[in-house]
């Protein structure tokens, strides 16, 4: 699919699609189906000039009903993820060299997520949280060249195990919460600013 310059797809095409792989398709432009309810499973690879936002389901006052649980995007700077709407049942969030309108990721809206990890997302700043992350078990943050905080208060993520900061010139130290929220099974601990 190397040459292909649009994604040209029915609505409804794919009622029972469960997994989406696009991989280096440098032309396709334009935006992904967005009814897909089945979908589990999403990655993009080296689709620079796709843009717009992840194919969800139907959306019920500001409630993402998708049942997606594993994204995966690299090398797609135009692609977004929006931040009106809840991530449910999302699992597993991957974003490398992708997303350059995300400059605050809001870890609130992904409640179920166990693994995140944001690798050279040139314009990401902060990571905000309002509520403790009880499931959140592997967070991973590389070369983020403008990123300078977690929440005031220190990252709220008790089941915290692995913790990785690479690369991050603008972060001075990063805050891990105390007391009952602190990650108190962190048993991996990398900082290199």
Known sequence: MKESEEW?????AFPCL????????????????EQ???????????????VGWIP???EV????????????IYSCPGMNIPINHCFHFLKELRITDGCDCLTTFPLDLFPKLSELRLVECRNLQMISQGHPHSHLKTLRIYACSEFESFPNEGLFAPQLETLCIIGM???????LSSGANSPHSLSILVLIL
């Open 8 to 12: 040209q797809c029915m609505t409804g």
């Open 18 to 33: 469960q997994s989406l792989s696009l991989m280096h398709c440098p032309k396709l432009k334009g935006h992904l189906p």
């Open 36 to 50: 897909l309810s089945h979908l589990k499973t999403l990655i993009i690879e080296h689709c620079e000039q796709l």
């Open 56 to 58: 969800r389901a139907v």
């Open 61 to 72: 006052e500001g409630v993402s009903n998708s049942p997606l649980e594993y994204l995966h």
């Open 169 to 175: 010139e603008k972060l001075n130290a990063p805050t």
